[in-house]
């Protein structure tokens, strides 16, 4: 069955870095477009980083522009967050999600708390 699994997250000071690993299994993941969203409480989940099929092209939110980086290893099923000058208003569950012709699969989601 389709699987996506995320880790890395945790408990970091502001200023410092995470890298959240997706790992998807259940389907063919090169061919899907790869995201990351994140859900404050108290707030709807938002669109942090996205990804082609191919790798190719990327495209990030306005917040985490020049700080956040999305990538992904084909051969290894796995999409990457590098998260880097991490601030408080960072702190939220962080899903990762595949999509293809209107279909979508979620993840379960890792904390991600910035915080001194």
């Known amino acids: 069955q389709v699987q996506l699994v995320e880790s890395g997250g945790g408990l970091v000071q502001p200023g410092g870095s995470l890298r959240l690993s997706c790992a998807a299994s259940g389907f063919t993941f090169s061919s899907y477009a790869m995201s990351w969203y994140r859900q404050a409480p108290g707030a709807e989940r938002e669109l942090v980083a996205g990804?082609?099929?191919?790798?190719?092209?990327?495209n990030y939110a306005d917040s985490v522009k020049g700080r956040f980086t999305i990538s992904r290893d084909n051969g290894k099923n796995t999409v990457y967050l590098q998260m880097n000058s991490l601030k408080p208003e960072d702190t939220a569950v962080y899903y990762c999600k595949a999509a293809r012709n209107g279909m979508g699969y979620w993840g379960q989601g890792t904390q991600v708390t910035v915080s001194s």
């Open positions: 990804i082609s099929s191919s790798g190719r092209n990327t």
